[in-house]
């Protein structure tokens, strides 16, 4: 079985079209949260992924959007895109979201979260973030989001490991592939379709290999000026479409 594992889409409509049709034939498509907040098309982000997503966890966006969380904590640049996605958001769309699962959630022996799996909005960026989690999984695959940095952390007997994908730095796609060893644990990030961090503005995205026991992470190019000229007609934050370029 052939699974797309995508987060953080961020209401960026070019980059998760860019995603789908770069991934081709899957046979399940699980959402590890976020799809709203920050970029201009969060109805129709939610409209494309909703019938397609066999499993979602809720992001810490989804809940502030949606209005089951508070906005307190968030930057003043973020919670001006929440201010503005909770009056664009559709009652039905909004209804979706908050309907989300909080995360962990267990699929086919695999974990879903948005954050960590102690705490779905705690963030994941080093060992030892990623310690605690680790050690204390019951599963040997967790994919989690949040960080938007595509990559993740592995533990085998007496040691551990980071992963990180190498990808041809170019304006075309590329792929990196992991084989999933037994006797291992692995902490893995897709990284963000539609707001990357990792200084690579190509939306992330992973294909998950139950057979071949392969993760493989990929990178694609997608209409990111259509998705900064959507940002800055909707009269959102200018650095909101000025970062997405920089992949930061
Ligand atoms: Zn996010």
Request: aromatic letters at 8%.
């Given at each position: ?45 939610v409209a494309r992924l909703r ?49 989300l699962p909080a995360g962990p ?51 085998e007997e007496g040691r551990w ?88």
């Open positions: 079985m052939r699974t797309l594992i995508l987060s953080d889409i961020h209401g960026n409509l070019e980059a998760l079209e860019a995603v789908l049709a770069d991934a081709g034939a899957h046979d399940a498509l699980w959402n590890l949260g976020d799809v709203v907040g920050y970029g201009a098309s969060p109805n129709e982000v019938p397609l997503a066999a499993q979602n966890v809720r992001g810490n966006h989804d809940k502030v959007c949606s209005g089951i969380a508070s906005i307190a904590g968030f930057n003043p640049i973020a919670a001006e895109a929440v201010e503005w996605t909770r009056e664009q958001l559709t009652p039905d769309a909004t209804e979706w979201l908050r309907e959630i267990s699929v086919s022996g695999v974990s879903l979260v948005h954050g960590s799996p102690m705490d779905e909005d705690f963030y994941i960026v080093n060992i030892r973030d990623a310690w605690l989690p680790l050690q204390g999984s019951q599963q040997p695959l967790t994919f989690f989001g949040h960080t938007h940095l595509q990559g993740g952390f592995g533990w490991f980071e992963v990180q994908p190498r990808h041809v730095r170019a304006a075309e796609p590329s792929a990196w592939t992991l084989q999933l060893e037994p006797g291992r644990r692995y902490l893995l990030n897709p990284g963000s379709v539609g707001q990357p961090r990792d200084m690579d503005w190509r939306a992330a995205y992973i294909i998950l290999d139950d057979v071949a026991k392969t993760v493989t992470f990929h990178r694609v190019p997608y209409d990111v000026e259509l998705a900064q000229g959507r940002i800055l007609l909707a009269g959102l934050p200018e650095k909101l479409a000025k970062r997405l370029k920089e992949g930061r």
